[in-house]
């Protein structure tokens, strides 16, 4: 059975509540649920739910939190065997006030989270060791931006040490200013990470936001990746892949957007099983646009089980082959 490592960190998440602000409370006041979230493990749930073996990386606390992000990963189907706990330590907190649209504001507070110590642990070469042993390493630029440069360059030569035994390396450009010191560092993370890919997935959001005023063929040229998936605001996705590239095309959304949290992350994942599971990069992105288009039409980055889609028939997987 096919497996794939997520790297990230799962973060508390405090949610505005629809119909939470009350009056005389300001801007962004009123009622929060509580909940858990991160891109990463959006991802790593949706994976499981499609019915790829995952395991999530990432360090956590000895507190009741982190016990409780243990047990929900667990009853998703998420493997744990790989998650760190630090003795005394927390994980981070976030919130998210959503506009009239559905579109999100982040605020977090994350500096001391136990998941950015992870590449710097008496255990990480045992857990970087262990990627060897999947088909697939994912993770963000979120990931990237939670370590020190020295941890990342210690993730990078993992990476690259299991990529010569067959494992493929996914990258997704989920860019948060606010996660780095500044763009040139981001940039050159980003550059990094390009080269060190087997497949990118990406978005007009992101790029833009490291290259102001690029076109769609000049961000899509800084990507030397053999795989690229690019997705523009319309939502279209630029494909490119050995021997060939093409455009897919979202179909019509026939219910309205709720909340745009895990557009991209259910994307990734619905876009990985696929591509697991046989299928070529088109058949993949129209599963990932299939996707995401039904998670936007919920509240919050998981969607309720019964509201997943229909399971798919797929070609048989092809067999892992060491990188030349």
């Known amino acids: 059975m096919a497996s794939v490592a997520c790297i990230g960190e799962c973060m508390v998440e405090l949610r505005q509540a629809q119909g939470g602000q009350s009056s005389g409370q300001g ?58 706990r630090l003795p005394g330590k927390l994980p981070g907190l976030y919130m998210i006030q959503l506009d009239a649209k559905g579109e999100r504001q982040f605020f977090h507070w994350r500096d001391s ?33 939670i370590y020190d440069a020295a941890g990342r360059d210690r993730l990078f030569a993992a990476i690259k040490r299991a990529r010569l035994l067959g494992t493929r390396f996914v990258f997704d450009t989920n860019f948060r200013a606010r996660g780095w010191p500044d763009r040139d560092v981001a940039r050159e993370v980003f550059a990094a990470a390009f080269a060190a890919a087997d497949i990118v997935l990406t978005s007009t959001e992101d790029l833009l936001a490291l290259y102001p005023g690029e076109s769609d063929d000049q961000l899509m040229a800084r990507i030397p990746t053999p795989e ?43 876009y990985i099983a696929a591509r697991l599971a046989g299928s070529d990069p088109v058949e993949a992105a129209q599963a990932g646009h299939r996707l995401a288009s039904l998670v936007i039409c919920y509240p919050g980055a998981i969607i309720p089980g019964y509201a997943m889609p229909p399971k798919k028939r797929h070609r048989p997987a092809t067999t892992r082959q060491a990188t030349k």
């Open 27 to 84: 801007q962004g006041g009123g009622l929060y649920s509580r909940g858990f979230g991160g891109d990463t493990l959006n991802t790593a749930v949706y994976l499981a739910r499609l019915e790829v073996k995952v395991d999530y990386l990432t360090a956590l606390g000895d507190d009741a939190l982190s016990d409780e992000m243990i047990a929900a990963w667990t009853a998703e189907g998420v493997g744990t065997r790989r998650v760190v």
């Open 113 to 145: 989270a136990a998941a950015r110590q992870l590449m710097n642990l008496p255990e990480t070469d045992e857990l970087l060791n262990s990627l060897m042993s999947y088909d697939i390493v994912y993770l963000s630029a979120i990931t990237l931006s």
């Open 228 to 270: 690229l998936v690019f997705r523009l605001a319309e939502p279209v996705s630029l494909l490119r892949f050995p021997g060939g590239a093409s455009e897919v095309r979202a179909e019509p959304m026939t219910k309205p957007v709720v909340d745009t949290t895990a557009a991209g992350d259910s994307f990734a994942a619905a």
